[in-house]
């Protein structure tokens, strides 16, 4: 129900616009709900907001509309984190995944899930409460490899969450070398702005940078780290330790190689040697030099000063991204609370497996009950004290 | 004339006694009133005690100073251990009993019991002093005065049984229905609803071809359901199995619409579980066979009680399909099966006491209640016994007894439309709630209420001490030397590769306590009852610590009591329906709360956060 209407103080109307009246339980929060519109000028709004919160309103607290559209039952936890999601996505890739949460995929996925293993604990539990004449009729075979398929279909939702967090947070990217090398001049040359301090003495950079980047539609998070050396210096060394813990859980690492007759040297051999596994990208930077000679290796020519190389690096970067958030699965996953919920409904799931068949259909029927527990807990069915507070802690503004 | 008692108990069955029995040991006087003196303890339906889940029902009632056990003990013919395959945390105990011998011996222990009077009458009437139960009206209009009165009517309350379309009145076949005492409930105020029970044609054994039959096997010749010293067994009997056929199945599916159960006659809702053999045939019609045993009902009589065949169908009926089992061409009816079906109140308006919320002083046990089997009516009879003798509610936790599973299920969620049994799956904590340990889960509670006798509490002591000893034998570390590599190869224990203590070893699939004790001949000899209870704690320990990490989050909000200044109309923050349900249902703690049927997680934390402010302002 809209209509028009006039907000007036005690001078008189100071603006006039639209009201809207969703009546409850089929509102947002399952209240009922009026939604005013006014002009957009900050002056207006805020005067129209501390009328009404002297007429007796209040602030919403973060995440209150969504804490109590779950209360009342209008979404559950895994869409109330869809609408966080779709809130805090970096690019248009990470709003479709949120807008599968909200429209309810994941929820269909879990709903099913748990009736597969509420089934099979039933199979389970009636065998406990049917002596002689047994109406049951599954196989501890068929009942296992209905429960390692739902198992399968939690590892590859578990195996999404990296393209989840790709394109709702963005990719990590983080820039190793031998200290001195020239990361942090690349790093600014790449965010087109002087945020690392460059210095050309060894070991300027002693904690970790971390800047996102938009590159067209790509959205990443640069970290320049510190390099790599053996120092004395505590602060440098943590700084070493935070780095080596970051780039572990980079998404792609570009390998910075100091161009010069000598490349790789002892520690550069080292580096590229321990990231052969990762995806990477071997730069070998300071081309602009004079008499460095050819790269030792196969890298991207790049030199942070002339700009010479940087296009074809964000090229290359952009690939590995690619390759690094693809996954042939419909349905992406970009919470990793429930990421690490479904970690533990598959163990338990596991456990279920290994116990039937030694310690017996009671105890494996425990083990299913479990992870029926565990989904759950995910979805807000049985959430435990505290799990919506820290839930809707993380949201920053009152929707 | 009146007389004065500390607590009267209607009726004499499986609820009643148990019920009177627990309010005697308390040392208060208790009178018990039954249609008839030579029914008291009487098995209406099969001859057996125990089974899946009941069995730990029976155990747990003699830990708490019971007499079901004692009795079965002493009158069983044939003892077996169920789901023997299934894992040692859920096998359960079913005893054959001797359908005679079990009434007499119960009219023996219930006469030789100090301050307990057995009186023959019929009630008509509860007695109402100032809204507070003050005794019973006899059917003669005298009266008995008390101060609680214990209701165990079983299936008395307007029975009807039915044969065919056969009507008759009665509450089980030889007795007559209570149906002054039906309407007098009422008008207290009790919602009564109806449901209906099942019994199978009991056979003359003389008229069974026994040869062609197959004898079932599995007994336990010692095995026993109390932990008092055993006493001397009766002789021991074969049970037999047979299996209906497609034969049988036509002659049911022919006549199906003559049975009540399915032309609607019947009103009262039948138990999914304990399915007549109609619906066996209706609901699972590609089942080609469904297994009957052959149970003699005791010693001295012909008759047998085939398991698995109750119906409500004509006798003619019940007759052809009889006969249509291989071995029973010609067996005779002696008595023909019939459905029951009976008045029950509804037990959401009790309180864990076992009394009714509305009218102080009534307490109700057994099938009354809306539950089914004698197990079930026995445990309630000796909660309501402890809790009307003391005044004060005798409950058990969830985690502590299925008693305390039974009796917060009635309560907090009802009967749900059908009778109520006792499932080892209705048991979220069942790991813990074995039928083993069921001593050293609930004697010390039933010392403490004083029900444990002295002679039975030093027997327990000395069991624990000989337990704690063992446990302690078995860190003992085994090496893998020529002679013990050879004990263990004697012994048909497998291997044993490097050094290990005999508590790993006990863990193996298949060794038991006397296999360890041969390759390990430091640890003690234990009682049978000790060394099933140690190797299951041990072999299971991993997963009965998690079962006990769960049970202790669950109980942490069982003891959050909702505060006193709580109004339920009151509490804005949950949807009408939820908050409906709870003013319906007036949970003591959140962990009920939780478990009233439609409560929903989000309700419940909106539940938890009230109870902090509420606690604030109080």
């Keep these: 129900m809209a209509r028009r209407v006039s907000f007036v103080d005690g001078s008189g109307s100071f603006d006039d616009g ?29 005067h129209l907001v501390d009328e009404l919160v002297a007429a007796g309103a209040r602030l919403a607290e973060a995440g209150e509309f969504t804490r109590r559209g779950v209360i009342h039952g209008r979404m559950d936890l895994v869409a109330a984190e869809g609408v966080h999601t779709a809130i805090e996505a970096s690019g248009l890739a990470g709003v479709r995944v949120a807008r599968q949460a909200l429209d309810g995929a994941h929820s269909a996925l879990y709903a099913e899930l748990r009736t597969e293993l509420c089934m099979a604990t039933a199979e389970l539990e009636a065998r406990l409460d049917q002596p002689g004449d047994v109406l049951v009729t599954q196989t501890d075979d068929v009942l296992t490899t209905r429960i390692l398929k739902v198992v399968d279909n939690i590892e590859t939702l578990i195996s999404s969450t990296v393209r989840g967090r790709v394109v709702v947070d ?54 320049d780290t510190a390099g790599e050396r053996e120092t004395a210096d505590p602060v440098e060394a943590a700084g070493l330790a935070l780095a080596q813990e970051l780039t572990e859980a980079a998404d792609c690492l570009v390998v910075v190689l100091r161009a010069s007759p000598d490349c790789p040297s002892d520690a550069e051999s080292l580096i590229l040697e321990r990231t052969a596994g990762r995806r990477r990208v071997v730069v070998y930077n300071g081309v602009d030099r004079p008499g460095v000679g050819p790269a030792p290796v196969p890298s991207i020519e790049t030199s942070a000063e002339t700009g010479q190389g940087l296009d074809r690096l964000i090229e290359a970067i952009r690939g590995q991204i690619e390759q690094q958030a693809q996954g042939d699965a419909d349905l992406v996953l970009a919470s990793a609370r429930q990421a690490s919920r479904l970690r533990e409904v598959a163990d338990s799931a596991l456990e279920a497996v290994e116990a039937l068949p030694i310690a017996g259909p009671a105890v494996a029927a425990s083990c299913l009950t479990e992870a029926v527990a565990h989904i759950d807990a995910m979805t807000g069915d049985s959430a435990q004290e505290g799990v919506l507070d820290a839930l809707f802690a993380r949201f920053c503004i009152g929707k | 004339m009146s007389q004065a008692y500390d607590v009267i108990v209607i009726g004499a069955g499986h609820a009643g006694c148990e019920a009177a029995a627990a309010v005697a040991r308390l040392g208060k006087r208790v009178a018990v009133i039954t249609l008839h003196l030579k029914h008291i303890g009487r098995l209406s339906c099969n001859p057996a005690i125990g089974g899946l889940a009941k069995g730990n029902l029976v155990r747990e009632i003699d830990a708490l100073g019971g007499i079901m056990a004692k009795v079965a003990d002493a009158t069983c013919i044939q003892f077996r251990r169920l789901n023997t395959r299934k894992g040692l945390a859920v096998q359960a105990s079913r005893a054959q009993v001797d359908i005679d011998a079990y009434p007499l011996e119960m009219q023996r222990v219930l006469a030789q019991t100090q301050g307990l009077t057995l009186l023959e009458g019929e009630v008509a009437a509860i007695r109402m002093t100032s809204g507070h139960v003050s005794g019973v009206i006899l059917g003669d209009g005298s009266e008995l005065h008390a101060p609680a009165v214990i209701l165990t009517a079983g299936t008395f309350l307007a029975g009807i049984l039915h044969t065919g379309d056969v009507k008759t009145i009665g509450g089980r076949v030889g007795d007559g229905a209570a149906h002054a005492l039906s309407g007098s409930l009422a008008d207290l105020g009790l919602r009564l609803g109806r449901l209906k029970t099942g019994t199978p044609p009991r056979l003359d054994s003389d008229t069974i071809d026994w040869d062609r039959i197959d004898v079932q096997h599995d007994t336990v010749p010692e095995g026993r359901f109390s932990f008092a010293e055993p006493g001397p067994r009766l002789p021991q009997i074969n049970c037999h199995m047979v299996y209906t056929n497609a034969k049988t ?39 080609e066979r469904h297994l009957v045993f052959l149970e ?9 009680y085939p398991n698995g065949l109750s119906t409500s169908l004509p006798l003619d009926v019940q007759v052809d399909y009889v006969h249509s089992i291989t071995g029973m061409e010609n067996a005779r009816i002696l008595v023909p099966g019939y459905a029951v079906e009976y008045d029950f109140a509804d037990p959401r308006d009790l309180g864990h006491d076992l009394q009714h919320r509305n009218v102080p002083g009534l307490f109700m046990a057994g099938q009354v209640n809306g539950t089914s089997g004698y197990e079930e009516a026995a445990a309630q009879g000796l909660v309501a016994g402890v809790s009307a003798a003391t005044g004060t509610t005798f409950q058990l936790a969830r985690d502590a007894a299925y008693i305390g599973v039974m009796i917060d299920d009635l309560v907090t969620r009802g009967v749900g439309g059908e009778p109520y049994r006792m499932f080892t799956s209705r048991a979220e904590h069942r790991l813990l709630l074995r039928e083993d340990n069921a001593d050293r ?19 327990f002591t000395e069991r624990s001490e000989r337990y704690d000893a063992a446990a ?35 863990k193996r699939q298949g060794v038991d306590w006397d296999d360890v004790r041969t390759v390990a001949p430091s640890l003690p000899e234990l009682p049978i009852l000790v060394a099933e209870q140690l190797t299951t704690d041990v072999r299971y320990e991993g997963y009965i610590a998690k079962a006990e990490r769960q049970a202790e989050a669950m109980r942490g909000q069982d003891t959050l009591p909702f505060p006193p200044n709580w109004v339920w109309a009151d509490i804005r923050s949950v949807s009408t329906e939820v908050r409906e349900r709870l003013d319906a249902a007036q949970p003591k703690t959140l962990g009920q709360a939780a478990r009233v049927p439609g409560v929903t997680a989000a309700a419940v934390q909106q539940l938890a956060a009230m109870m902090v402010k509420y606690s604030a302002q109080a």
């Design chain 1, 18 to 46: 639209i009201l809207l009246f969703f009546p409850g339980p089929r509102s947002v929060t399952g209240e009922d709900v009026v939604e005013l519109t006014c002009h957009g000028n900050p002056v207006i709004v805020s």
């Design chain 1, 170 to 223: 963005g990719a990590r990217v983080a820039l190793v070398g031998e200290t001195n090398v020239g990361k942090s001049s690349l790093f600014n040359a790449l965010l087109g702005r002087r945020r690392a301090l460059v210095h050309n003495s060894p070991g300027t950079t002693r904690d970790v940078l971390e800047v996102r980047a938009q590159w067209g539609d790509l959205a990443v998070t640069l970290l």
């Design chain 2, 249 to 287: 199945h036509d002659i049911i599916a022919k006549q199906i619409h003559r049975s009540p159960l399915f032309s609607g006659v019947i009103e009262g809702t039948g138990p999914r579980y304990c399915p007549s053999i109609e619906d066996k045939v209706v609901r699972f019609p590609d089942k």
């Design chain 2, 296 to 304: 003699p009902e005791g010693l001295n009589t012909k008759r047998v």
């Design chain 2, 441 to 459: 889960r609930l004697m010390p509670t039933g010392r403490e209420w004083g029900l444990v006798s002295d002679q039975e509490w030093e027997r």
């Design chain 2, 472 to 506: 302690d034998a078995l860190n003992v570390q085994l090496t893998p030397s020529v002679a013990t590599k050879q004990a263990f190869a004697d012994a048909g224990i497998g291997d044993i590769k490097g050094p290990m203590t005999a508590r790993e070893l006990l």
